[in-house]
Nanobody, 128 residues
Framework: QVHLAESGGGSVQAGGALRLSCLVS????????LAWFRHAPGKQRGVLAA????????HYRDSVNGRYTITQDNAMNTYYLQMNILKPEDTAMYYC?????????????????????WGLGTQVTVSS
């Protein structure tokens, strides 16, 4: 089974930016849905941004649309989440997840229970 590992989290001030990385190892995730989730205490975990790895079609939740961008580097087997204009409410643990069985479109209708492969997460903290 593929292994996902996130990195790039940290602490920034409001208005700042971070780029998260999701490295895929022990396999590839061609023809798969890859998504970024976040989880904060007391809040539900849902898809923020998603990409179908074959073709690169992307979808974003309204709350991050225009601020977050998901991209892929097939040569590096790495997927990125560029986060701009960060807000304190973006503070959370961020996870990447993937699943090869989800049909297109790869978007926010899928819940965390639909994804079979997960990383351990990276913490993002945004101060006001």
């Amino acid at each position: 089974q593929v292994h996902l590992a996130e990195s790039g989290g940290g602490s920034v001030q409001a208005g700042g930016a971070l780029r998260l990385s999701c490295l895929v190892s022990f396999g590839t995730i061609t023809n798969s849905c890859l998504a970024w989730f976040r989880h904060a205490p007391g809040k539900q975990r849902g898809v923020l941004a998603a990409i179908y790895t074959q073709g690169g079609e992307t979808h974003y939740r309204d709350s991050v649309n225009g601020r977050y961008t998901i991209t892929q580097d097939n040569a590096m087997n790495t997927y990125y989440l560029q986060m701009n204009i960060l807000k304190p409410e973006d503070t959370a643990m961020y996870y990447c997840a993937a699943d090869a069985l989800l049909p297109v479109p790869c978007d926010y209708r899928w819940s965390h229970a639909d994804f079979g492969a997960w990383g351990l997460g990276t913490q993002v903290t945004v101060s006001s």
